[in-house]
T-cell receptor, first 116, second 115 residues
């Protein structure tokens, strides 16, 4: 299957700093990437949909100014958590799909963010 | 209303037995897809199996099969001959083709395999 990577896998930062998480599709071109957040013992919640070359579409309740998403190329999307606070501590997972809506989404390994 | 419902928060199964994980869904979209993902403690989401709403046959992938009952809106995952490595969280998910490829996840079932 297709491979999606995320970097970093772990990040610990101080409150008030910004953190950038990268999501890359390694062996295919991803027209669409998705960003999810997962709190402990909970399910994945979709944060936003990212299409290459256009603005991301955010889900209701997700602050677009806090969670900046850039999908600059067909293999890279980035999520920047601006002015992170302890309540932003979570597991962030991206997924990518190649083309048609019926295509399977492939998930990255996730990034654990801890804000102190 | 919940679009994806998994009613089993946790299950214990003896190794080598078959196990069925329940999933029901709710949609008015005639075209949709159903997925099952496995999430081990490492956190990665592993794609297991996919069923399209128009597929006539139940999907199978190795030891995984999806019991798709369209009229009942259920998409249960069956794992045959369970193994210790099957212990993980399992998520049922749905994509409505009218919703820009977004996948909605159920709350998950934690499966524990006993040796």
């Amino acid at each position: 299957g297709a491979v999606v990577s995320q970097h970093p896998s772990w990040v610990i930062c101080k409150s008030g700093t910004s953190v950038k998480i990268e999501c890359r599709s390694l062996d295919f071109q991803a027209t669409t990437m998705f960003w999810y957040r997962q709190f402990p013992k909970q399910s994945l919640m979709l944060m936003a949909t990212s299409n290459e070359g256009s603005k991301a579409t955010y889900e209701q309740g997700v602050e677009k100014d806090k969670f900046l998403i850039n999908h600059a190329s067909l293999t890279l999307s980035t999520l920047t958590v601006t002015s992170a606070h302890p309540e932003d501590s979570s597991f962030y997972i991206c997924s990518a799909m190649a083309g048609a809506p019926q295509e399977t989404q492939y998930f990255g390994p996730g990034t654990r963010l801890l804000v102190l | 209303a919940q679009k994806i419902t998994q009613t089993q928060p946790g299950m214990f199964v003896q190794e080598k037995e078959a196990v069925t994980l329940d999933c029901t869904y709710d949609t008015s979209d005639p075209s949709y897809g159903l997925f099952w993902y496995k999430q081990p403690s490492s956190g990665e989401m592993i794609f297991l199996i996919y069923q399209g709403s128009y597929d006539q046959q139940n999907a199978t992938e190795g030891r995984y099969s999806l019991n798709f009952q369209k009229a009942r809106k259920s998409a249960n995952l069956v794992i045959s001959a369970s193994q210790l490595g099957d212990s993980a969280m399992y998520f049922c998910a749905m994509r409505e083709d009218s919703s820009a490829s977004k996948i909605i996840f159920g709350s998950g079932t934690r499966l524990s395999i006993r040796p």
